[in-house]
């Protein structure tokens, strides 16, 4: 992989080919991706969906919006720091009008789209909507569907919803958002479909990153790019695009600390015990006396928190320099964090993060609830949209059909799009508004 070709500014339906020392300096093409995903529709119900902690009372612990802007920082700040060290190495880059802002511009922008197509009710909410197709009312479609398209409902993927979403009419232009060509494929975490799954121990084949509904834009993106192909044949399997190892760096260093950081905040992880993990990741780093001077436990783990997220971007950007060449080859099976040599602490963090925090029992009590929610919305609006599609809707189907928007009213002749199509629906919800909807379809009555 070259990266003259990986670093496109070319966007969906284009007639020609865009240059970056033609662009206007006062907003580039990388920044309006940016822009573009910050007004868009879905990137605003992020902030009512659910990071770590389900519909919490308290102000300060993270949704997925505030996750995904502080992601896009750290993004930002990973680009900038790896496009110095780029040019340096392909001063070609430089004669072509490229920065080491473009850099950071690109992984901004595919971090903060990066949950973009996540469901509500956090982690679970995969898993329930493939649950419910793979043991739940869902699996009398199986049959009428191709392995691929059965795949990617049992495994559903806020990946490959998040591409769907980037990549979908309906968002106010033909093509989607039209991002830059270089920024979907920061994007791209996993760019393959969902099967075959997990083929190798290869980073790429750890999730999938593309529905069968977009494999031709998928495919479009990848080969413009320039991506190597994993492997021969008809299935489509890439390997990344070597800003997506930035984009998910920055994913990682923020779910670790910060998700950290709340459940010290929220009381469900003691502090004093807390910050001894947090001191081992930071003791090059730390100011004792100040420090000890914070008065507050939340300035004293804000404190540690800042200088861990600053001392694991240096990390992960000095091993991406140090495999660039391993990156661009395909190489490189690993994400950078796994790669760094404070993967010992880290992984202390993760774990009392899991037992503690994720598998704490207000968390697992709303998830349970999610999962109950989500089952019967797939349910009602599955047979609502079927129905009508078939013409043999119950007065029932016709009403909740119309509940939904427009754009999920399909009357394609494809199951597999008629079911996506409310999988998208669905998961585009909100916490409170999948609660609302709920309601009103099991009858109680909402003012």
């Known amino acids: 992989m070259n990266w003259e070709q990986l670093l496109s500014l070319k966007r969906a339906g284009d007639t020609h080919k865009r240059f970056r020392k033609d662009q206007d300096e006062t907003r580039l093409g990388f920044e309006v991706d940016f822009d573009r995903i910050v007004f868009s529709s879905p990137f605003r119900s992020l902030q009512d969906k659910t990071q770590v902690i389900p519909l919490s009372d308290t102000d300060f612990v993270h949704t997925r919006l505030t996750h995904s802007m502080e992601v896009s920082v750290v993004g930002r700040s990973l680009g900038r720091v790896v496009g110095k060290q780029l040019l340096k190495r392909h001063p070609h880059l430089t004669d072509l009008g490229y920065t080491f802002n473009d850099f950071g511009s690109i992984v901004a922008a595919a971090a903060l789209s990066h949950d973009i197509g996540n469901p509500p009710f956090g982690h679970s909410g995969e898993q329930s909507i493939g649950e419910y197709f793979n043991s739940g009312k869902g699996l009398r ?119 950290f950081e709340d459940g010290i905040n929220l009381g469900l992880v003691d502090e004093e015990f807390a910050l001894e993990y947090m001191i081992k990741l930071v003791q090059h780093k730390i100011d004792i006396k100040k420090y000890h001077s914070l008065g507050l436990k939340k300035d004293r783990v ?111 002749d494809s199951l597999y799009d008629r079911i996506l199509g409310v999988c998208a629906y669905v998961s585009g919800m909100s916490d409170s508004y999948a609660i609302l909807v709920h309601k009103k379809i099991s009858g109680v009555i909402v003012s």
């Not at 021969?232 to 990344?240: E, N, V």
């Not at 009403?399 to 009213?409: A, H, I, N, S, Y």
Request: proline residues 2%; charged residues 25%; glycine residues 6%.
């Open 302 to 412: 804000s404190y540690l928190r800042a200088l861990a997220i600053s001392t694991l971007i240096d990390e992960a950007a000095t091993i991406f320099i140090e495999n660039e060449t391993a990156i661009l080859e395909g190489s490189f099976d690993k994400s950078l964090l796994d790669r760094c040599k404070y993967e010992a602490q880290i992984n202390d963090i993760i774990n009392i993060s899991i037992d503690k925090i994720y598998n704490s029992k207000s968390v697992l009590e709303k998830e349970v609830a999610g999962y109950k929610v989500l089952a019967d919305l797939l349910e009602v609006f599955i047979n609502a949209v079927n129905n009508t599609y078939l013409g043999k809707a119950s007065n029932y189907d016709k009403l909740t059909f119309m509940l939904l928007p427009q754009e999920f009213k399909h009357a394609s």
């Open 141 to 259: 479609f199986k049959s009428d569907l191709s392995a691929k398209e059965w795949q990617d409902l049992i495994d559903f993927e806020g990946n490959a919803n998040g591409f769907k979403i980037l990549t979908q009419d309906g968002l106010g232009v033909q093509d989607g958002l039209r991002l830059s060509y270089a920024t979907l494929g920061a994007f791209m975490k996993y760019p393959k479909e969902s099967l075959p799954k997990k083929a190798t121990n290869h980073v790429v084949d750890k999730k999938f990153g593309c529905f069968q509904s977009e494999k031709q834009k998928f495919v479009d993106v990848a080969e413009n790019l320039g991506l190597k192909k994993m492997r021969s044949g008809q299935d489509i399997s890439y390997f990344r695009h070597p800003l997506a190892y930035l984009v998910e760096a920055a994913d990682d260093i923020c779910y670790t600390i910060i998700d």
